[in-house]
């Protein structure tokens, strides 16, 4: 039985999905004065993605500062697809830290292209007491997961759209690799943002992009 949901891992697709790159005007991050990263691109002509589609967006960037403190609130962005511009709406930052510049990730992140693979049984475990396998691939053999039910941390995730109030789709999951699994997405490469992971919600209606962030 097809489960919904993917992992996303690096190779070649007939669809447009990516990580790393530039093909978004990201928004400079207020707390340390450099564009946010562009972390995947995933092209909504892949009709497994159909439940994301509006109408108006042919893609859904995924994006935060990950040298920062930024990403450790809720942020939200708006998207403006004709032009290809991404809008900070909401980032309430109080801790104001910044990474050492020698463990900064680059901007932008060098691109890859990915795809799609259908996610394990143990990837969506039936129970809570069932999450340990899941947990542990999750970051040693990819690094996202997208659709299907998320793979909470702690405790659910609001959903509620900053703008209209209505629920919002989930998106995407993105953690950190890690330390014996570097290289999933870009060869030689090394995505790495700490013990967390980093939940996707977009409003249709609204074209609202919004991240939450929990850790282990």
Not at 116 to 133: H, I
Request: hydrophobic letters at 30%; glycine letters at 6%; proline letters at 5%.
């Amino acid at each position: 039985m097809r489960r919904e949901g993917y992992r996303v891992i690096k190779g070649i697709d007939k669809y447009l999905h990516s990580f790393g790159g530039d093909s978004w005007n990201t928004p400079i991050c207020p707390n340390c004065d450099t564009n946010l990263h562009l972390i995947f691109n995933f092209d909504l002509k892949d009709n497994r993605l159909e439940k994301l589609s509006n109408g108006q967006l042919d893609r859904i960037p995924l994006i935060s500062c990950l040298n920062c403190s930024s990403y450790w609130s809720t942020q939200v962005f708006e998207i403006e697809p004709r032009t290809g511009t991404i809008t900070i709406l909401k980032q309430t930052d109080g801790e104001k830290w910044i990474s050492e510049k020698e463990d900064h990730l680059p901007n932008p992140l060098p691109f890859s292209n990915v795809k799609f693979e259908e996610l394990y049984e143990t990837d969506t475990p039936s129970n809570e007491g069932d999450t340990d396998k899941a947990f542990e691939d999750f970051g040693s053999e990819y690094i996202c997961r997208i659709l299907g039910e998320p793979l909470i941390a702690t405790e659910p995730i609001q959903n509620k759209c900053y703008s209209c109030n209505e629920d919002m789709e989930y998106v995407a999951t993105i953690c950190s690799e890690d330390f014996d699994s570097e290289g999933l997405v870009h060869e030689g490469f090394t995505f790495n943002f700490g013990e967390s992971f980093l939940y996707f919600y977009i409003c249709k209606s609204c074209n609202l992009l919004q991240t939450e962030m929990q850790s282990t």
